[in-house]
């Protein structure tokens, strides 16, 4: 089916652990971005990118990192995770007018 | 991208229209003003967009001011389904589309 699709849909990990979310999205859009939304507040926007192997950093890129050799995978990595990065993570994509969202990754870090 | 202000939180009656503020007094001419809506814990969904004009599409209508800074949406006849949070936001075309960013918010919730 044609869509965004996140995986897993949750996560529990360790300080200090490297996890990795992946993001795959099947229309060929050029614009690609991660946000996180944290309990009660809107999103906020960690990475971008405007097409393959072009990234850049959002309002809160810190502690994240990103990649995009594929126009349809955009995955985003927490090199060391840390408790405060404990969010819902958002992939979305960009065609024009609208912005198609995945389902959200839950990342708990204990 | 401009910054916006929305109340945090707005009551509507079932049947009744919602009328949604936002202020971006701080928008430049090439920017659009977005809205979407989240429901529970699901990815933000796409209501409607405009530049200057007022627009109107199946699921609601929007109205900005004249000096763009400041817009109200409007879900004509709201439902309980319409209850969820409603992000406006304003931003680029496509090619500055990169630095969407998204405000608290208001929760809308609709009343039986």
């Known amino acids: 089916d044609a869509g965004i699709t996140q995986s897993p849909r949750y996560k529990i990990t360790e300080t200090g652990r490297q996890v990795t979310l992946m993001c795959h999205q099947t229309?060929?859009?050029?614009?690609m971005f991660w946000y996180r939304q944290d309990l009660g507040h809107g999103l906020r926007l960690i990475y971008y990118?405007?097409?393959?192997?072009?990234?850049d950093k959002g309002e809160v890129p810190d502690g994240y990192v990103v990649s995009r050799s594929k126009t349809e995978n955009f995955p985003l990595t927490l090199e060391s995770a840390t408790r405060s990065q404990t969010s819902v993570y958002f992939c979305?994509?960009?065609?024009?007018?609208?912005?198609?969202f995945g389902q959200g990754t839950r990342l708990t870090v204990v | 991208d401009a910054k916006t202000t929305q109340p945090p939180s707005m009551d509507c009656a079932e049947g009744r229209a919602a009328n949604l503020p936002c202020n971006h007094s701080?928008?430049?001419?090439?920017?659009?003003v977005y809205w979407y809506r989240q429901i529970h814990s699901q990815g933000p969904q796409y209501i409607i967009h405009?530049?200057?004009n007022n627009e109107t599409n199946e699921m609601a209508s929007l109205i900005i001011t004249e000096d763009r800074k400041s817009s109200t949406l409007i879900l004509p006849h709201a439902t309980l389904r319409d209850t969820a949070v409603y992000y406006c936001?304003?931003?680029?075309?496509?090619?500055?589309?990169?630095?969407?960013?998204f405000g608290d918010g208001t929760t809308l919730t609709v009343k039986p």
């Open positions: 405009g530049l200057k």
């Open positions: 979305a994509s960009i065609r024009d007018t609208e912005a198609f």
């Open positions: 990118s405007a097409a393959a192997d072009i990234t």
């Open positions: 936001i304003v931003r680029g075309w496509n090619t500055n589309a990169g630095k969407s960013t």
């Open positions: 229309w060929s859009h050029s614009y």
């Open positions: 701080t928008i430049s001419g090439n920017e659009y």
